[in-house]
């Protein structure tokens, strides 16, 4: 009896998602990237989505105000990340990837950032979103010291097309996407570090066919704009240490993407690390813990380590 009782017990537990047995703060604040209405082409009327099923469960959508959930850590180790879920531009994963993501990253010390941005299928011009995070991380390392961060250690992390996303903020910081004013327009928009897991990399072929690349450039996008958006055409000398983690298997995202940058990244002179598991799919955001995908967390964290963003435990 009490066997069986411990066999359920430990399959209950194997169907709890990583991030619930995380002992993260909670979000309890958010801020907003804009004072008043978003700078750019589009509106959105009516209230936010949250998707009830399937792929889309915990997925939001419809997204009028764009802005960040902050997530304050019990014990602070002075480093940020920025982190964006995926869904190809037209949903944010927030329940099975930037939210357990989060979770876990502000159990460990960090300052969590947790992005909610715009969506050209909500009627948004398709540059909206990478304004939406340049804005975020101009907003956090201005405000670094309010948060106990260090400005010179705020760092990115994306999932699939949030992935697409943070690499863009990462290797494009610069781009004029927009004419700010204000306090925030007055740091840089390049983050310290970038984690990018299963990203959407390049929109040419044969990796044309994400919902990201329709998203961004249309079915019919020329080779100007397939090449302008793509990661790989930026990922140069001066890009920061990036990280990558993918799953051989996985039939949205090919581990091509990953590999494509890690050494178009290498071949430039930059930092960059590659984890390539043989198995997991699309979507795992922390992994289940009986999949060897699910190591990841660990392994950004020595990574971390080792480039002195985050000091070892016990030190």
Known sequence: MIRGLALALAAVLALVAPAALVAGEQPREEIRLWPSTPLGNGKVEGPEKIGTEGAGLGAVSNIATPRMRVWR??????AAVLVAGGGGYFRIQLKKESTPAAGWLAAQGFTVFELIYRLPNDGWDAAAPFMDAQRAMKIIRTRAGE?????????????????HLAGFTAYQPDRALYEGKDRFEAVSARPDFAVLLFPVVTLRKPYDTTRTRREIVGEKASEKAEIAWSLDTYAGKDAPPTIIFAAADDPTTPPGHGILLFQTLVAAGASAELHLFRDGGHGWGLGRPEQVISQWPGLFTHWAQSLQIIEKRGE
């Open 73 to 78: 850590p019990a014990v602070p180790n002075g």
């Open 147 to 163: 948060f106990g961060v260090d400005p010179k250690r705020i760092g990115i992390m994306g999932f699939s097309a949030g992935g």
